[in-house]
């Protein structure tokens, strides 16, 4: 099955309208907007929370929020255009919500980059990747100048939501330097797909086994049923609430709370309410506690059927993976106290 993917804000899905995949799509010229300068400052997310005293920074890439748009010249643009307030306003949905989650113990980077729009998800894996390379050229010039220019050498985390999540794999196939990986805490990639040919070929692709492994990938997607899964390939999966791999039921009463934000920043916990198992068979999380209808987005149902819950990663074990962030940090500078650290809470 073809990967396809995306988180978009409930507003903007209000406005989408349903693309047909076109034939001659492989054949179609590519029209890009110009590619952002990273020593702009305003071509990075402005942080709206920051830590006291932050443990670690983070590099986060944004999930596909942007729908095909029409330029000057009446063509067709398939990638974000970094400068549109309103493109920008549509990844900020993402961005809050990311920088909500690490910003409590890290210092939160997050580049605008040509992301590729949700019409190129439609299309074939081939045409996917032909558009992805550009969004991907982004996404390497923006890691190099945060290594080179705002990390100083501190300990990070990677992370990414859905196409964010492919593009901090690819980081992790070829980018990093030895040195820069030596540095990596964890790469945390919410909702995407590794194969088991992928985790052979590539050594930084080494899937977290528990709660303070070092140098991990952690990745899971969540359904309310096996059959509302969105592909077939991906084996890497654990359970953000145990952090465990193994398919033990964690009952709502132990998830420590699912947040969810509105545009404002206004949130909304839900305690004791999501329960969560690791299904051995898809590699996926299955989860109970919610109204499937009140999480369903028809307008990518082709994609995401009703019980497909790849919009809401983040949201769902916000508090539990808040805490990790912090333990994992900590673990890895060796900080971690015997009582476990501090609280997340």
Known sequence: MKKVLSLI???????????????????ESIVLPAAPSYADSTMWYEATVTPATPVADVFYVT???????????????????????AQRAAVDASNLLAC?????????????????????WFL??????????????????????????????????LAGHSQ????????????????EASRLIATYAFGYTVSEDELAKYDLLKPATDELDSG?????????????????DNVVCINPVSWTTDTTYVAAADNPGSVFFDRTGASDTLF?????????????????????????????????????????????????????????????????????????E
Request: hydrophobic share 40%; charged share 20%; aromatic share 12%.
């Open 124 to 157: 074939g894996d081939d045409e996917i990747e032909r558009r992805f390379k550009y969004a991907m050229q982004d996404v390497v010039t923006a890691f190099r100048y945060f290594i080179d220019n705002l990390n100083e050498g501190r300990p990070f985390y």
């Open 9 to 27: 804000p409930s507003a903007v899905l209000a406005l989408a309208l349903v693309v047909s995949c076109a034939s001659s799509a492989d054949s």
């Open 216 to 232: 991990v990938l952690i990745g899971y997607n969540s359904v309310s049923r096996t059959d509302a899964v969105a592909w077939d």
């Open 63 to 85: 999930p596909t929020c942007i729908w095909d748009w029409t330029d000057e010249a009446g063509q067709t643009v398939h990638y974000m255009n970094v400068t549109d307030s």
């Open 272 to 344: 004791n309410q999501v329960g969560v198992r690791l299904d051995a068979e898809r590699h996926v999380l299955v989860i109970d506690g919610l109204n499937d209808e009140d999480y369903f987005i028809p307008s990518i149902s082709q994609i995401f059927p009703l019980g497909n819950y790849h919009v809401q990663e983040l949201n769902l074990y916000f508090l539990s993976v808040q805490r990790n962030i912090l333990r994992r940090a900590q673990a890895f500078s060796g900080t971690l106290d015997g009582d476990g650290g501090a609280d997340a």
């Open 164 to 179: 964010g999540a492919k593009a901090v794999i690819e980081l992790l196939k070829s980018t990093l330097t030895p040195a």
């Open 100 to 120: 909500n989650l690490f910003g409590k113990h890290c210092r939160f980077f997050s580049p605008y980059y040509r992301q590729i729009t949700m019409q190129s």
